[in-house]
């Protein structure tokens, strides 16, 4: 397998099943979704914050890759629509699908009760919160408790942000020091923040903590934090039943399973739904 530099394997046997996962022709593929569903007519508009290797990063010729740039990509085949992904900061992320700017929201989001009051989500993958030291955890950070009064760093507005703070009030209620909390636009401006010394920790995703582990610029300190489904971020429900489906057909077809393990990742095993409002 070939690295960049980021230390990220293109995983090139995918390319082969990703392909496959695409009509043969233009005549072999039956339009599903009627373009009044979507933001741009043949087009599955996605929006995705492409920081948080190894599931979604940018490589030295400016590409995207990884775990859900690949999955969009093949449900939109499925589709028989042309994948497009539009790079954005989380925060802006659930505002612009509610106001029509994207189709879906890919790039893992945790799945909760309140976001399934305002938009439709398919669940489809897991993930947890991870909390990343300096090289050679020179602090011995190994559980919560040790991080009681430190600073850490975070990306603002998604699920590692709240579960910090949930964090830091379970230690104030155990009669240890809070944390101090820096938010930043995205997870590589918080970890460099943790590299300039800024701050003594930082909070993120396993599979993004794990390899910032596995290459040795962090220490994964503690993992598995609120474990917790992630899902797709739409605001049609017809649409996103027809994701919902996409996915069940290449689970059916083994891509699924093939992509997830690919990347050392847990399967889904439920159906596919939807769940929203």
Known sequence: MIFNRLGVGPLTAL???LA???????QDCKVKVADSLLVK????????????????????????????VELGDAIA?????????????????????QSGRWDMINTGMFFTE??????????????????????????KITKPEDLAGRSVSVELGGAPERRARELSKTLEEKGLKPLTIRTFENFAAAYQALRAGQVEAAVSVDAVARLYGEKGDFAEAITGLYPTVIAFGLSKKQLAEYVAGALQELKAEGTYQKMFTAYGRKL??????VKGP
């Not at 889904?268 to 739904?273: A, L, N, R, V």
């Open 15 to 17: 390319a082969a099943l």
């Open 20 to 26: 496959a996962t695409a009509p043969a022709s233009a």
């Open 41 to 68: 007519p043949g087009t599955l508009v996605m929006s995705i914050n492409p920081t948080l290797p190894p599931v979604q990063w940018v490589d030295d010729k400016g590409q995207l890759r990884g775990l859900h």
């Open 77 to 97: 085949r499925k589709l028989c629509l042309k994948p497009e992904h539009v790079r954005v900061e989380f925060s802006v992320m659930v505002p612009g699908v």
């Open 114 to 139: 309140d976001r399934a009051k305002i938009m439709q989500l398919v669940r489809y993958g897991y993930d947890g919160i991870s909390i990343s030291a300096q090289a050679g955890n020179p602090l």
């Open 268 to 273: 889904y095993e439920e159906p596919f739904d």
